[in-house]
């Protein structure tokens, strides 16, 4: 057990909707990363988050979008969903500082299906 | 830009043999780089960090080498298990820890 924890593990839903995923880092870990998978993909980077604050940015469509609470626990939102957003979504957190080098430990995923 | 290349064939190897998968990157120069391992429909596992002064890092039946010269890390599984059997990442970090697409390992008995 990595400590990260996301719901919900499986989520279905149709084109055009919009749906919410969440992420609780380790305890103490600042900060929290996204990430998306799909079949014939890697590892997506998609957004980092620190301490609340957003700390990098990767390929994340202009749908998407996310935000980390003062509590840490971070939210992934997916709006106007689209049959290729189906994929796994991962949700990863590293300890303080949120340096690229850090080890990351990643939550189990949220596969989401989009019909 | 930064790109990180793993062999995307999958490896199959015997029981109890090494196994060996290979991380290629261009355009960049890091300071470390990682592995981790992910079993299917599970997220990735952290396994083993390499500076790039270590040349070698070894934990348990793992070992990583990492070579600046040909911008190059080797992954070693000695005596490998069935249980070895996942798909193996490697990642560099740059303003953000890049992944690379993963080789998949299958030991068989």
């Known amino acids: 057990d990595s400590g990260v924890t996301q719901t919900p593990k499986h989520l279905i839903t149709a084109t055009g909707q919009r749906v919410t995923l969440r992420c609780s880092p380790r305890s103490g870990d600042l900060s929290v990363y996204w990430y998306q998978q799909s079949l014939d993909q890697g590892l997506q980077f998609l957004i980092q988050?620190?301490?609340?604050?957003?700390?990098a940015k990767g390929n994340i469509l202009e749908r998407f979008s996310a935000q980390q609470f003062p509590d840490l626990h971070s939210e992934l939102n997916l709006s106007s969903l689209e049959l290729g957003d189906s994929a796994l979504y991962f949700c990863?957190?590293?300890?303080?500082?949120?340096?690229?080098?850090?080890?990351?430990?990643f939550g189990a995923g949220t596969r989401l299906s989009v019909l | 830009s930064q790109k990180i290349e793993q062999n995307s064939e999958a490896l199959n190897i015997q029981e109890g043999k090494t196994a060996t998968l290979t991380c290629n990157y261009t355009n960049y120069s890091p300071a470390y780089l990682q592995w981790y391992r992910q079993d299917p429909g599970r997220g990735p596992v952290f396994l083993l960090l390499?500076?790039?002064?270590?040349k070698e890092k070894r934990k348990e039946r793992l070992k990583v080498t990492f070579d600046t010269t040909l911008k190059q890390s080797l992954f070693h599984i000695t005596a490998s298990q069935p249980a070895d059997s996942a798909t193996y990442l490697c990642?560099?970090?740059?303003?953000?820890?890049?992944f690379g697409t993963g080789t998949r390992l299958q030991v068989f008995p």
């Open positions: 990863a957190s590293s300890a303080s500082g949120g340096q690229a080098k850090n080890i990351q430990y």
């Open positions: 990642a560099l970090p740059t303003d953000k820890l890049i």
């Open positions: 390499i500076r790039e002064n270590e």
């Open positions: 988050y620190y301490n609340g604050e957003e700390r």
